[in-house]
């Protein structure tokens, strides 16, 4: 059963690559980021909260973001898998995403790490910004993000690489490209 991962900076491509790896296994992407974006636009409860923390590059409080996961996980689509995009995104997020497998008899099968440097990411985000004029993604923003990343969200890489769970992918070139090298390392 195909209960995926997919974790990395911002802008390594995980929403470009979970869309797409999603559609290929017939299960679906669930991307925390857009859900607060459609939450905001929408101007909802949900939205409200979270908008400030996604507009500075913070994390939004785990609270929120838990709750939001349980719900759309226990939807039924997700019973025969999902590919969970920028979540868990702490140590926390890794707990709380236990529990809630447990409670539904489910367990992660693969954790896909997307690698790339940071300049890389910091271009590709500003090349986003000039087309999709996203919030949170102007150059000041987007180096606090990173810092975020790497404070709050790398220490997942040790977690779930010593349950023998990581498989690193190059985010590097086409997005095709790396496409396929995730295919390729499916299990
Ligand atoms: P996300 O929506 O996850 O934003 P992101 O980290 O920037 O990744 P995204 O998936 O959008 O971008 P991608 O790398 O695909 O999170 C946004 C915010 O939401 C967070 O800062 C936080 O505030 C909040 N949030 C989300 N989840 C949370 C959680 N669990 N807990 C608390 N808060 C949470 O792509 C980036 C760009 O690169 C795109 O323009 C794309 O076209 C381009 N690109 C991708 N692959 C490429 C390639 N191979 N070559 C060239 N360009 C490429």
Do not use: W
């Not at 590919?83 to 707990?95: C, E, M």
């Not at 790396?178 to 295919?183: A, D, H, K, L, N």
């Amino acid at each position: 059963m195909n209960r995926l991962l997919i974790i990395g900076p911002p802008g390594a491509g995980k929403g470009t690559q979970a869309v797409k790896i999603a559609e290929k296994l017939n299960i679906p992407a669930i991307s925390t980021g857009d859900i607060f974006r459609k939450n905001i636009k929408e101007e909802t409860e949900l939205g409200k909260e979270a908008k400030g923390y996604i507009d500075e590059g913070n994390l939004v409080p785990d609270s929120v973001t838990n709750r939001m996961v349980r719900a759309r996980l226990a939807e039924e689509d997700c019973t025969d898998g999902f590919l969970l995009d920028g979540y868990p995104r702490n140590v926390a997020q890794v707990s709380e995403l236990d529990d809630i497998l447990t409670d539904m008899g489910q367990e992660i099968g693969q954790v896909l790490l997307l690698v790339a440097d940071n300049e890389e990411l910091v271009q590709r985000l500003l090349g986003r910004a000039a087309e999709q004029g996203r919030s949170d993604d102007n150059e000041e923003v987007i180096r606090h993000r990173l810092k975020v990343y790497e404070e709050e969200t790398a220490p997942l890489v040790a977690i779930y690489s010593e349950r023998g769970l990581v498989t690193s992918i190059d985010g590097l070139g086409e997005i095709d490209e790396v496409t396929t090298r995730i295919m390729d390392a499916l299990k």
